[in-house]
T-cell receptor
Framework: AQKITQTQPGMFVQEKEAVTLDCTYDTSDPSYGLFWYKQPSSGEMIFLIYQGSYDQQNATEGRYSLNFQKARKSANLVISASQLGDSAMYFCAMRERRSGSARQLTFGSGTQLTVLP | DTGVSQNPRHKITKRGQNVTFRCDPISEHNRLYWYRQTLGQGPEFLTYFQNEAQLEKSRLLSDRFSAERPKGSFSTLEIQRTEQGDSAMYLC????????????FGSGTRLTVV
């Protein structure tokens, strides 16, 4: 089974509007972390926001917020006031505590966001 | 510090040749990861170093792949007898012990096997 599912291969949003990118996850580990990364065409993975499984409040970082619904196992990224520079591939990722000492990230397949002028 | 540096940025090689990539992590980061990303997919974990020790390897890392991190600083990833299926972006990331706020990724090395 997929551990991270991103069901939107592509999304379009008008400049200055808000957009939500969906992410659902699957784990039986009670302790885990959820991440969102942005990957522009240059290839670098840019860290955006982090949510811990025990965090009581939704994470926010500037224009990025994470809509964390633990019971539904979803961690959607909300980008407010979209800018042309937000056009990129966005990846949701999870790190499980039981993944061992590596604590590596498991990524979804990504959503390509295009911001229209 | 300029972040995680990867060289080369692009590599085109003929099938059957050996290739080596280099990753220079952020200097104070003791954890180093290699990931592989194929077109249209998210990165997949390959291997992990804690200082100079390679502590975990994915099943994706076949016998043709070897990684080193001498002295716990830079790391190299070598692929022997390359195959067309090895064509991908190879990403390196580093972090401190906790890494709770994400890892710092490099810009990757894009490998094309022809």
């Amino acid at each position: 089974a997929q551990k991270i599912t991103q069901t939107q291969p592509g999304m379009f949003v008008q400049e200055k509007e808000a957009v939500t990118l969906d992410c659902t996850y699957d784990t039986s580990d009670p302790s885990y972390g959820l991440f969102w990364y942005k990957q522009p065409s240059s290839g670098e993975m840019i860290f955006l926001i982090y949510q811990g499984s025990y965090d009581q409040q939704n994470a926010t970082e500037g224009r990025y917020s994470l809509n964390f619904q633990k019971a539904r196992k979803s961690a959607n990224l909300v980008i407010s006031a979209s800018q042309l520079g937000d056009s990129a591939m966005y990846f949701c990722a999870m790190r499980e505590r039981r993944s061992g000492s590596a604590r590596q990230l498991t990524f979804g397949s990504g959503t390509q966001l295009t911001v229209l002028p | 510090d300029t972040g995680v540096s990867q060289n080369p940025r692009h590599k085109i090689t003929k099938r059957g040749q050996n290739v080596t990539f280099r990753c220079d992590p952020i200097s104070e980061h003791n954890r180093l990861y290699w990931y592989r990303q194929t077109l249209g997919q998210g990165p997949e974990f390959l291997t992990y170093f804690q200082n100079e020790a390679q502590l975990e390897k994915s099943r994706l890392l076949s016998d043709r792949f070897s990684a080193e991190r001498p002295k716990g600083s830079f790391s190299t990833l070598e692929i022997q007898r390359t195959e067309q299926g090895d064509s991908a972006m190879y990403l390196c990331a580093s972090s401190l012990d906790q890494g709770d706020y994400g890892y710092t990724f490099g810009s990757g090395t894009r490998l094309t096997v022809v």
